[in-house]
């Protein structure tokens, strides 16, 4: 996903999404909402926010600590942060 997502390929970078097949762990949702995002694909992502909410409630104020538990470039990270905010979930900056 990522590196599909890195090199602006988001037609594959959606086909990884949807593979990724985790919906217990808060990834799952996650990156389709990144993708859904970058795709202008709005209503999509909108539910793939519901969905993440669900399974990780606290998102807004922990998201940027999780997903830099696994992603350790800061571009990076902060492209997929601004992709949460365009679907409309604003995560803490810490």
């Not at 990724?20 to 389709?32: A, C, H």
């Not at 859904?36 to 104020?61: I, T």
Request: charged content about 25%; hydrophobic content about 45%; aromatic content about 16%.
């Amino acid at each position: 996903f990522f590196y599909f997502y890195n090199q602006e390929r988001y037609a594959e970078a959606y086909q990884e999404a949807h593979r990724f097949q985790m919906p217990q762990f808060f990834w799952d949702p996650l990156l389709r909402v990144a993708i859904l995002s970058r795709m202008g694909r709005e209503k999509e992502a909108a539910r793939a926010v519901e969905e993440l909410l669900h399974l990780r409630p606290d998102f807004s104020s922990s998201g940027r600590f999780l997903i830099s538990c696994y992603i350790k470039f800061d571009r990076l990270i902060d492209a997929i942060s601004a992709d949460l905010r365009q679907a409309g979930l604003t995560i803490s900056l810490r």
